[in-house]
């Protein structure tokens, strides 16, 4: 697996990334991806300490007032904001989760960890950055840590959640009859909405083979 330095660098040579604060944001998941990985290989009781990429940041319960809101469902006969979704039935360059719909003109990889998803002009690849990339993870959680409930939206037939800890990128989860929760991150720059995200994250099929990260 490329080591978080040459992560790093492919980060910093990637084009249009300007914005110091996208990079570093970008970095911590990083950090916090590859440590995910390399416990969930070996078994490692994993607490991680950055973030990026392959999931997002780590967030902990947020409770709130105990008040819940609710994202109306995206229609599949509507447009939906943003780059639009398309049907998908191509290979999956070695990714143990098959999505129904991507962004139009964007391409499919990852591993058995993660499901990514790349917009024209960049590699799907785990041995690339994963900024401004979709990614698909199944979250085995961290004991005695809960992701947040507060915002509920569709996921398909499910109850889906909306994680708004980290502004960097859009992220819902919706939890699986196992108890881990199968997670979805969204550039902004695609200009979607959690029902949109939600919306993709219905049609992600979890294959044989694919692994879950620890947090």
Do not use: C
Not at 18 to 29: C, F, H
């Amino acid at each position: 697996m490329t080591d978080l330095r040459d992560l790093l660098d492919s980060v910093a040579g990637e084009p249009g990334l300007a914005a110091p604060d996208v990079v570093e944001a970008d970095a911590r998941r990083g950090r916090r991806a590859l440590l995910r990985r390399r416990s969930g290989r070996t078994s490692a009781v994993a607490v991680l300490a950055a973030a990026v990429a392959v999931g997002a940041a780590m967030v902990p319960g947020l409770g709130g007032d105990g008040a819940t809101q609710t994202v109306a469902p995206a229609s599949q006969d509507a447009p939906n904001p943003g780059v639009d979704l398309v049907a998908y039935d191509g290979p999956l360059s070695g990714t143990a989760f098959r999505p129904a719909e991507i962004p139009t003109g964007w391409s499919v990889g990852g591993d058995d960890f993660v499901l990514l998803v790349a917009p024209p002009g960049q590699q799907p690849s785990t041995a690339s950055a994963f900024i401004g990339k979709i990614a698909v993870y199944l979250d085995s959680g961290v004991p005695n840590e809960s992701l947040p409930t507060d915002t509920t939206v569709p996921v398909g037939d499910r109850t889906g959640y909306v994680i708004d800890a980290d502004p960097s990128a859009l992220q819902v989860y919706v939890r699986r009859p196992d108890g881990s929760a199968l997670r979805a991150q969204a550039p902004l720059d695609l200009h979607w909405d959690a029902a949109t995200l939600g919306r993709f994250l219905a049609g992600v099929t979890v294959l044989d083979g694919a692994q879950a990260s620890k947090g």
